[in-house]
Nanobody
Framework: QEQVVESGGGLVQPGGSLRLSCTTS????????MGWYRQAPGKQRELVAV???????NYAESVKGRFTISRGNAKNTVYLQMNSLSPEDTAVYYC?????????WGQGTQVTVSS
C-alpha cells in the first residue's frame, strides 16, 4: 500500500502564511498527478490546487493569486505555499497523489486561520 504524508499545518493569524508539504512513498518515476484538496466543517471536500508531472497547474478561483503549488526536485514531493490566509481558508487539507495510475489520499493536516 502506497503512502501519502502531509505536514506543515497549524494555527496562523489572518493575513499570515503557511507552507504545506506532501511526500509519497512512490518513486519519482511512479508519481504523476498531485494535488491539494480541503474540507471545512460541514462542507464537502473541494479542490484547492493541482499539478501534473510536467508542472502544469490549476487552482480554485478562491485561492488564485494567494496560493502556489509546486513540486520538489524529488518529484514525489509537492508543496502548497499559502499567503494572505483568511478564516475562510480554515479546513483540513488533504494531499492526493497518483502513483502508478492509482490515486491515494493522505491523512490530512489541519489549517486554522484565526486571531
Amino acid at each position: 500500500q502506497e503512502q501519502v504524508v502531509e505536514s506543515g499545518g497549524g494555527l496562523v493569524q489572518p493575513g499570515g502564511s503557511l507552507r504545506l508539504s506532501c511526500t509519497t512513498s512512490g518513486s519519482i518515476f511512479d508519481t504523476g498527478f498531485m494535488g491539494w484538496y480541503r474540507q471545512a466543517p460541514g462542507k464537502q471536500r473541494e479542490l484547492v490546487a493541482v499539478i501534473t508531472s510536467g508542472g502544469v497547474t490549476n487552482y480554485a478561483e478562491s485561492v488564485k493569486g494567494r496560493f502556489t503549488i509546486s513540486r520538489g526536485n524529488a518529484k514525489n514531493t509537492v508543496y502548497l505555499q499559502m499567503n494572505s490566509l483568511s478564516p475562510e481558508d480554515t479546513a483540513v487539507y488533504y494531499c492526493n497523489a497518483e502513483i502508478r495510475m492509482n490515486f491515494y489520499w493522505g491523512q490530512g493536516t489541519q489549517v486554522t486561520v484565526s486571531s
